[in-house]
Nanobody
């Protein structure tokens, strides 16, 4: 059974940093990709960043470019999202997702709250 477990969320002041982690179990990183989405209160879930397993390419939403970095540790089966220069509008529940073939898996989410 595939499980994605996020961690690393919390409360941080504007301008601060957080690193989110997503530990995958029940599946080995081999093909497809993984990424991060987020959902703020009253808003739709939106794309943040993604990483292609095969070619290692990274993709970012405009809101994340220059501030967030997505990376992986194959040995630990873990995906990361380093978030710097956090803004109030980054407040949301952050979800890890994995796509393998035609199947998409989601984690339970981790709350990130940015305060002024």
């Amino acid at each position: 059974q595939v499980q994605l477990v996020e961690s690393g969320g919390g409360l941080v002041q504007a301008g601060g940093s957080l690193r989110l982690s997503c530990a995958a179990s029940g599946i080995t990183f081999s093909s497809g990709g993984m990424g991060w989405f987020r959902q703020a209160p009253g808003k739709e879930r939106e794309f943040v960043a993604a990483l292609s397993w095969t070619y290692g390419r990274t993709y970012y939403a405009n809101s994340a470019k220059g501030r967030f970095t997505i990376s992986r540790d194959n040995a630990k089966n873990t995906l990361y999202l380093q978030m710097n220069s956090l803004k109030l509008e980054d407040t949301a529940v952050y979800y890890c997702t994995m796509v393998v073939g035609s199947t998409t898996y989601w984690g339970q989410g981790t709350q990130v709250t940015v305060s002024s």
